[in-house]
């Protein structure tokens, strides 16, 4: 079976090292902060700390070409600055597990940043590493088994947080009390599970080198490791390069403008931390992964666009769940049936979207070109997933949700138009 080779596997497990930081910055945090008190504006302002996955392209050039002392020349290009980033992804964890936002938010804040800045270096190196491990033919299975791994990470680094953290509360105190003592046994957890990535790192091969064009000076290396990918994208596509690049810029709007205020959304319904990590965090996740699965043979058979197509129009109607579920009330057989459909969707489509982002690759930038792609994916949504907390604060969680569905409707007009041009990878 292909996903048994030892490439899938080894993105499997990759996978799962990318994928732990993510919520422990975003998704778990926001619960965290709303837990201790943090009002649902400023958890909005500090989803912005997500932005350093999108400029992470800044210094893709740098991960893409420049050689890490010692490290490049034991464990190679590659490998290097993935432990480089993993080993920065560590430090930020344990900094957030010793930092009680009702006593240090700024610390708190500066450890997610470190974090959120080693886990986009993290992803620069590692999409270079999967796109130059395999065949473009390739790529599609390979993105399912890192959206796997990616998912499980999500499992352990969302469910496994809320039961660690109330496994550690003591008992005696009212409920609904803020303990920080057990969100700092859960974030030390988490930040140990960082060692497997580590390990994974430390004992995969490095994919063949790729001879890149040499460099003779500053000027010559901002030129071939700079400007020339850029250059190449826009040559290779010309004025379809606009319309690729707005594609890529808002074809995950409506999950992740509604994703910010998800877990204050929980936490204002009333939903325990064991509700919400055994639903969302657990069985929600197992939806995910379904829908990737679903969405790499999908994509395998029918082609690219196609997917990427029904991924847009599931993700944009099931927001409009969320929003019949603020109205319907705290029930968790509804929460169930909504997460179910909601990560569903989310699956299929991050596997047609990631597949359809490395056919856009050019293997010789394949860190910088696809670093700039994943960040022009999520720039313009977490910008704008900043003010969510103070669009619910206005209008209320149902019509905030219904707005985010309606974000979704300019993307399945660029993918129609981008199918109509032949832009695509099929």
């Known amino acids: 079976m292909i996903y048994l080779s030892p490439n899938s ?19 778990t945090l926001s619960f965290r902060l709303r837990e201790a008190g943090i009002d649902r504006a400023t958890i909005g302002f500090l989803s912005w700390v997500g932005l350093a996955y999108g400029f992470k392209w800044a210094w893709a050039p740098l991960v893409d070409r420049l050689p890490l002392p ?114 700092r ?53 010309r004025w379809h390069a606009v319309l690729l690049l707005a594609l890529i810029g808002t074809y995950r709007i409506s999950d992740i403008v509604m994703g910010i205020m998800a877990n204050p959304f929980y936490v204002d319904m009333g939903y325990t931390k064991e509700e919400v990590a055994t639903v969302t965090k657990l069985y929600g996740v197992i939806m995910t992964l379904v829908g990737a699965f679903v969405g790499g043979t999908m994509v395998l058979r029918w082609g690219v666009m196609r997917v990427l197509m029904l991924g847009a129009v599931l993700s944009a109607l099931t927001n409009l769940l969320f929003a019949w579920l603020a109205m319907h009330g705290h029930d968790v057989y509804a929460l169930i049936a909504v997460v179910s459909a909601d990560n569903l969707a989310s699956g299929i489509a991050s596997a047609a979207f990631i597949a359809y982002l490395s056919s856009l690759t050019n293997v010789q930038y394949s860190a910088t070109q696809y670093a700039l792609f994943s960040s022009l994916m999520l720039l313009a949504p977490k910008f704008l997933a900043g003010f969510s907390g103070v669009a619910v604060d206005a209008a209320g969680y149902a019509w905030f949700f219904t707005g985010t569905a309606l974000l979704g409707i300019p993307v399945l007009l660029l993918v129609w138009w981008a199918r109509k041009l032949g832009s695509s990878g099929d």
């Open 9 to 27: 596997l080894r993105m499997l497990v990759l996978g799962f090292s990318a994928g732990l930081p993510l919520l422990l910055v975003l998704g």
């Open 70 to 183: 010692l490290l490049t020349s034991l464990l190679g290009r590659r490998r290097s600055w993935l432990l480089l980033g993993q080993a920065a992804v560590m430090a930020g964890i344990l900094g957030m597990a010793w930092s009680n936002p009702q006593e240090s938010l700024t610390a708190l804040v500066g450890f997610a940043l470190l974090a959120a800045f080693g886990s986009a270096t993290q992803d620069i190196a590692l999409d270079a590493f999967r796109i130059e491990s395999a065949q473009a033919r390739l790529q599609a299975v390979l993105a399912a088994s890192y959206q796997t791994g990616y998912r499980l990470a999500m499992i352990w680094a969302g469910a496994g947080v809320f039961w660690i953290a109330a496994r550690a509360e003591v008992g005696d105190l009212p409920a609904g009390t803020y303990q920080d003592a057990a969100w």
């Open 185 to 237: 046994v859960a974030y030390m957890t988490m930040a140990a599970s960082m060692a497997l990535g580590m390990l994974t790192v430390l004992f995969s091969k490095e994919p063949a080198l790729v001879e890149l064009q040499p460099a003779r000076g500053l000027r010559e290396w901002l030129q071939v490791a700079v400007i020339a990918p850029f250059a190449e994208f826009i040559h290779r596509y």
